[in-house]
Nanobody
Framework: VQLQASGGGLVQPGGSLRLSCAAS????????VGWYRQAPGNQREAVATIRGESSTNIADSVKGRFTISKDNARNTVYLQMNNLKPEDTAVYYC???????WGQGTLVTVSS
């Protein structure tokens, strides 16, 4: 099983990005999946998780700005990030909790 994370890039403060985490197995739709991030010098932290079809949990630091969703037909989980701030700059990773597999990470840089 492989997870392919994509969608990172450079964005100005206040901008938006959508990250994608695509899995190589159809069973992904039944798995619990999460997004984590790690900024330079910091520990990896959980950002958002989704279980089942729509049970989500969002970290307080991004609540109201980030949402997580799942497209079962595409075996893909998304992280929509709005009103981005410089402190959101990090490498973002997706993780399939059900099989404990991590994606390779995608860099998000928020800077003017």
């Amino acid at each position: 099983v492989q997870l392919q994370a994509s969608g990172g890039g450079l964005v100005q403060p206040g901008g938006s990005l959508r990250l994608s985490c695509a899995a190589s197995v159809s069973a992904f739709s039944r798995h619990a999946v999460g997004w984590y991030r790690q900024a330079p010098g910091n520990q990896r932290e959980a950002v958002a998780t989704i279980r089942g079809e729509s049970s989500t949990n969002i970290a307080d630091s991004v609540k109201g700005r980030f949402t997580i969703s799942k497209d079962n037909a595409r075996n893909t989980v998304y992280l929509q990030m709005n009103n981005l701030k410089p402190e959101d700059t990090a490498v973002y990773y997706c993780r399939d909790f059900s099989i404990n597999v991590w994606g390779q990470g995608t860099l998000v840089t928020v800077s003017s």
